[in-house]
């Protein structure tokens, strides 16, 4: 417990949550005995159970500190424009060659436009279900 918790017993300074949980996490894998963990393994810890939203938020965080995917701003933003401009494209055009050809091909279209919100929301520290939640009580 004294070694994960410099903050607290040793009079360590941070200058972010983030960067405490990084060196918790950077402690905690130095400990004997301590089992690291495939990013698969870490995303099968998200409980199935969580609402979408909330479980879309979780798995982001841990692909984006794995690396997967960028977290800057205009990368959060172009992948969330891109996806948006995608299912346009798919539902709305006019060519026949571009719409998309099965209820799956929207529905998957749909998963990755909501899939970037929760990185967008992940990136941006706000809960997209409380954000959700708030809209459909004052609609």
């Not at 060196?23 to 393994?41: I, V």
């Amino acid at each position: 417990m004294i070694h994960r918790h410099p903050h607290v017993f040793a009079g360590r300074h941070y200058d972010s949550v983030e960067q405490q949980q990084a060196d918790w996490e950077k402690l905690k894998s130095q400990e004997e005995g301590h089992k690291q963990t495939s990013l698969k393994e870490e995303i099968a810890f998200v409980p199935e159970s969580f609402p979408a939203l909330i479980r879309g938020q979780k798995i982001a965080k841990k692909a984006a500190a794995a690396g997967l995917f960028s977290t800057e701003d205009e990368d959060v933003f172009k992948d969330l424009l891109t996806s948006v401009v995608n299912l346009q494209l798919g539902t709305a055009g006019e060519d026949p060659e571009k719409k998309f050809s099965s209820d799956e091909e929207l529905s998957e279209k749909l998963g990755e436009v909501l899939f970037a919100l929760c990185r967008f929301c992940t990136k941006y520290k706000v809960s997209g279900e409380m954000a959700l939640l708030k809209k459909l009580e004052e609609f």
